[in-house]
């Protein structure tokens, strides 16, 4: 699984199973963040019918899996995020964000496994394998 990273410095591409930065990227990807209704919301992304929203709180995520009608606090151990992003073929992988270091979830955001590189202050994020 491959990440483009877009840091204050240009874009990184990261290699998310073997936790290394493979070197420069050029543009992140096009998406299309999602509006969402609630407070304080920092970053977005979607796939299908789960929604990901990066809130200036603690938890620091909202996650809606019904296109927005209900959501769900997740992320209390996450520090504060700046940018998210959802597998578009898989809405279980997740990509989070925070000031210089990437966090991974292949399980919907129950459980969230942090990558040994430190980056960068993070802009944004998009999976792009």
Same mark, same amino acid.
């Given at each position: 699984m491959i990440a483009a990273v877009q840091t204050v410095e240009g874009v990184l591409l990261v290699d998310v199973d073997d936790e290394q930065v493979l070197g420069d *990227?050029?543009? !992140? +990807?096009?998406?299309? =963040?999602?509006? $969402?209704?609630?407070?304080?919301?920092?970053?977005?992304?979607?796939?299908?019918?789960?929604?990901?929203?990066?809130?200036?709180?603690?938890?620091?995520?909202?996650?809606?899996?019904?296109?927005?009608?209900?959501?769900?606090?997740? *992320?209390?151990? !996450? +520090?504060?995020?700046? =940018?998210?992003? $959802?597998?578009?073929?898989?809405?279980?992988?997740?990509?989070?964000?925070a000031r210089n270091r990437l966090y991974v979830s292949v399980n919907g955001g129950v459980f969230w496994r942090a990558l040994t590189p430190e980056l960068p202050d993070v802009l944004a994020v998009a999976w792009i394998d």
């Open positions: *990227g050029s543009d !992140l +990807p096009d998406v299309d =963040a999602p509006g $969402v209704e609630l407070p304080r919301v920092v970053a977005t992304a979607r796939s299908g019918a789960t929604i990901v929203a990066v809130v200036d709180r603690r938890p620091p995520l909202a996650i809606s899996r019904d296109n927005g009608s209900t959501w769900t606090e997740f *992320g209390g151990g !996450l +520090p504060a995020g700046f =940018a998210v992003a $959802v597998a578009e073929d898989d809405p279980d992988r997740m990509l989070y964000a």
